[in-house]
């Protein structure tokens, strides 16, 4: 087992594995750049290395600072956490050359299924229902329109090395096509510095949903069931929730399988997602794979009573799994609390926090790293707090998160606190109907203003 594990991430993620990794007997080593001095992940760890500024290109991508931070602690592992490094192909084999173990997947691994037209090519050898589109990359617009027409609009066009819904386009018909396809190209050489673009059937009425695998150095895989990402604004995930209202029992069954073997196939090591989209009638489509722990990997831990970073930790240091698949017995839900102003098209809101309250009782899980007189830096991801409830039934889960988002006080900065509590009384929402789309007619009531 590991004696040392550096944690090259910040925030909730990066607590949450020094809580993991204490709980071992693991001793830990966090980074943090100047604008996280007085992060609890800093204050938590055993040791602490400032790797650089505030820009996350200066300290946490910054793979040079990283490793010797590593080596000036001693430390034998390196836990990436979600983000940042967590996918970075050249970071895992450079850990790999100087003798630190990367917890998460191997460079071949991570260049495999990062780069998506790879990955479903891969997925279709290894028997994986993939959405109907382009074989490989798109060579130019010619090959572009001709592939629209084969599969039929309406398409989407998808930039290769994208995420976060940068270089995608929706298009309905093919007098649109050329449009989409010069200002997607623009947009994916600009955010990733590659405009290699990839066509799928677009899926009407689309569901995301992910399950969970975990691979061990033998080659086996488990799942660990699935999780709803459907409602998303801008393809960023808002709320999630495990069992999916959407799923039946074969159907997770059938997506459980297909998850395994895609895992198996390629040999996966440590905890990933198989990402899928489930079109009106229940058909799955392999999306993509995470080849990292996700945000939401709280609410599967919940329901299935596993630790995943425990998880991560033990297949990094050659621990077999059961192979033994494990589905929920109980219902989830997490809302991602980010410093945004939901009635200010969710504009980021960073400054201190003057005043905070959390919730607390039974079923009620709050992953965070901040404090009342926190300081959120405008430098990072918004989010500053992940609030879980669990409980038998959906019905009880919601009911508990309503309870849970009336207690949660951040005062100082805007939070999506007010979007997530009507949310929890949304008729569409309460009766599990919601798909991809659902945020493009969620309205807002107006803001309640507080007499004096």
């Known amino acids: 087992m590991f004696k040392k594990i550096l944690i090259a991430n910040r925030g909730e993620i990066a607590l949450r594995v020094i809580r993991t990794c204490k709980e071992m007997g693991i001793k830990t080593v966090a980074v943090y750049s100047t604008a996280d001095k007085e992060s609890l992940h800093v204050r938590f760890a055993d040791e602490a290395v400032c790797i650089g500024p505030a820009p996350s290109s200066e300290s946490y991508l910054k793979i040079p600072h990283i490793i010797a ?5 001693n430390a034998d592992a390196i836990h990436p956490g979600y983000g940042f490094l967590s996918e970075n192909a050249n970071f895992s084999k450079i850990c790999k050359e100087h003798d630190i173990k990367f917890i998460g997947a191997s460079h071949d691994m991570i260049e495999k299924m990062g780069d998506k037209a790879t990955a479903k090519a891969t997925m279709k050898a290894a028997g994986v229902p993939c959405v109907p589109g382009s074989e490989g990359i798109l060579k130019d ?88 990402c459907s409602v998303q604004r801008r393809h960023q995930k808002l709320t999630e929730e495990t069992p999916s209202p959407f799923m039946t029992d074969e159907l997770r069954e059938e997506m459980g399988n297909a998850a395994v073997k895609a895992a198996e196939y390629i040999k996966y090591e ?11 009638h229940r058909k799955f489509y392999f999306m993509e794979m995470n080849t990292r722990i996700q945000v939401e990997h709280p609410i599967t831990e919940m329901v299935v009573d596993h630790d995943l970073i ?11 799994i059961s192979g033994k698949n494990y ?10 609390i980010n410093a945004e102003d939901p009635y ?14 959390t919730p607390g009782g039974h079923g009620v899980r709050l992953d965070t790293h901040v404090y009342s007189g926190y300081i959120i830096p405008p430098n990072y991801d918004s989010m500053v707090a992940k ?61 309640v203003e507080e007499e004096d």
């Open 69 to 73: 931070a590593a080596e000036i602690t």
């Open 141 to 228: 617009f010619e090959d572009c329109l001709k592939t629209a027409k084969k599969i039929g609009f309406p398409v989407m066009l998808k930039a290769t090395a994208g995420g976060g819904g940068k270089g995608m386009r929706a298009v309905w018909s093919e007098d649109k096509l050329e449009n989409a396809w010069e200002s997607a190209r623009q947009e994916a050489k600009a955010g990733f510095g590659n405009d290699g673009m990839y066509m799928e059937k677009l899926i009407e009425e689309p569901r995301h949903i992910e399950i969970q695998i975990v691979g061990d150095q033998t080659g086996k895989a488990c799942h660990l069931s699935e999780r709803d």
């Open 270 to 280: 440590g905890a990933g997602t198989v990402e899928f989209l489930v079109d009106k």
């Open 310 to 320: 425990r998880e991560q930790i033990l297949v990094a240091a050659g621990v077999p």
């Open 327 to 336: 589905y929920p017995k109980l219902h989830s839900i997490e809302c991602r």
């Open 344 to 357: 200010n098209n969710f504009r980021p809101s960073p400054g201190k926090i003057v005043n905070l309250h």
């Open 387 to 447: 609030l879980i409830t669990t409980a038998q039934t959906r019905q009880e889960a919601i009911h508990k998160m309503k309870r849970a988002l009336d207690e949660f006080v951040v005062e100082g900065v805007k939070t999506t606190i007010p979007f997530h509590r009507q949310l929890m009384d949304h008729p569409d929402y309460l009766a599990g109907n919601y798909t991809t789309k659902f945020m493009e007619d969620f309205v807002l009531e107006a803001e």
